[in-house]
Nanobody
Framework: VQLQASGGGLVQAGVSLRLSCAASGGSFSTYFMGWFRQAPGKEREFVARISRSGSSYYADSVKGRFTISRDNGKNTVVLQMDSLKPEDTAIYYC????????????????WGQGTLVTVSS
């Protein structure tokens, strides 16, 4: 499956941003989906994940501010980011896993190219 992330940009702290990830070439509804991010000079970290049926989990750092959702009819997964903070600045990646529902990025099989989110204070 190919994943295409979009929606990043430069925003001020406190505003919202909506990231989308479009999937093609596979059976989207059968994949577990996740969002990860990598800030400059830091390791990649888990942000949010959603199961095939829509159950969602979040990193503590974004819980209550970010919402992950999926539309299996449109083969998309969305990350709605509210109340953005400068520490949310990172490249955001969507990823798909065929078999595992996990925070561990190494268990994901497919990755998008990433979209840059920059939050200014």
């Amino acid at each position: 499956v190919q994943l295409q992330a979009s929606g990043g940009g430069l925003v001020q702290a406190g505003v919202s941003l909506r990231l989308s990830c479009a999937a093609s070439g596979g059976s989207f509804s059968t994949y577990f989906m996740g969002w990860f991010r990598q800030a400059p000079g830091k390791e990649r970290e888990f942000v949010a994940r959603i199961s095939r049926s829509g159950s969602s989990y979040y990193a503590d750092s974004v819980k209550g501010r970010f919402t992950i959702s999926r539309d299996n009819g449109k083969n998309t997964v969305v990350l709605q980011m509210d109340s953005l903070k400068p520490e949310d600045t990172a490249i955001y990646y969507c990823a798909a896993s065929r078999y595992t529902f996990s925070d561990d990025g190494t268990l994901y099989d497919y990755w998008g190219q990433g979209t840059l989110v920059t939050v200014s204070s």
